[in-house]
């Protein structure tokens, strides 16, 4: 079975600062997509990036990328130039090529100082 | 184009009743899968449904069962509710070709169900 692993808890970053999420996953599948979702207090989950395991460029969105690491199944999430608006629960998510249904990490709380 | 809704927001029930939920699929879309998010937790997979038919389920009991409309709405019924069932229920609709290709899925705000 497929798991995802969140090992921060809890991150804090200044404003305009970078922050990098960490992520690693246990597949034995070659062919998979990855995500990051940021659920804010307003709970609502919002797809920040995709990954598809295919391709070996780093997916990028504005001030989010990724750092894909297909051999050490890392997937890591940086967010630069951050910003009060980002502070939120974020989760890390597996899904196979075809499959039904996405596999969440326990989730990383990100908190931005001002 | 309208997003994923949810309804309704937030639920209080006791032990034993049963509860329905509700989702209305994004434009476009003809799948829909159900997570229950229990406090402080990642999502958890309970099935998907994909042009009106059970594409899927996870390690939830039978009391959990759900349907799809022919507008591809969705409902999720819980019955003979526990104290453990207290969480957000998130829907998220994509579109898909069971088999073949599934699309990102996109959340809803989620129900929160408190069982007293």
């Known amino acids: 079975a497929q798991t995802v692993t969140q090992s921060q808890p809890e991150m804090s970053v200044q404003e305009a600062e970078t922050v990098t999420l960490s992520c690693t996953y246990d597949?034995?599948?070659?062919?998979?997509?990855l995500f990051w979702y940021k659920q804010p207090p307003s709970r609502q989950m919002i797809l920040v990036i995709r990954?598809?395991?295919?391709?070996?460029q780093n997916a990028t969105e504005n001030r989010f990328s990724v750092n894909f690491q297909k051999a050490a199944k890392s997937f890591s999430l940086k967010i630069s130039d951050s910003q009060l608006g980002d502070a939120a629960m974020y989760f890390c998510?597996?899904?196979?090529?075809?499959?039904?249904?996405?596999?969440f990490g326990a989730g990383t709380i990100l908190r931005v100082k001002s | 184009e309208t997003g994923v809704t949810q309804s309704p927001t937030h639920l209080i029930k006791t032990r034993g009743q049963q509860v329905t939920l509700r989702c209305s699929s994004q434009s476009g879309h003809n799948t829909v899968s159900w997570y229950q998010q229990a406090l402080g937790q990642g999502p958890q997979f309970i099935f998907q449904y994909y042009r009106e038919e059970e594409n899927g389920r996870g390690n939830f009991p039978p009391r959990f069962s759900g349907l799809q409309f022919p507008n591809y709405s969705s409902e999720l019924n819980v019955n003979a509710l526990e104290l453990d069932d207290s969480a957000l229920y998130l829907c998220?609709?994509?579109?898909?070709?069971?088999?073949?290709?599934?699309?990102?899925?996109?959340f809803g705000p989620g129900t929160r169900l408190t069982v007293l």
């Open positions: 998220a609709s994509s579109w898909g070709l069971a088999g073949a290709y599934t699309d990102t899925q996109y």
């Open positions: 597949t034995s599948e070659s062919d998979y997509y």
């Open positions: 998510a597996y899904r196979t090529l075809y499959g039904n249904k996405l596999v």
């Open positions: 990954q598809e395991a295919y391709k070996q």
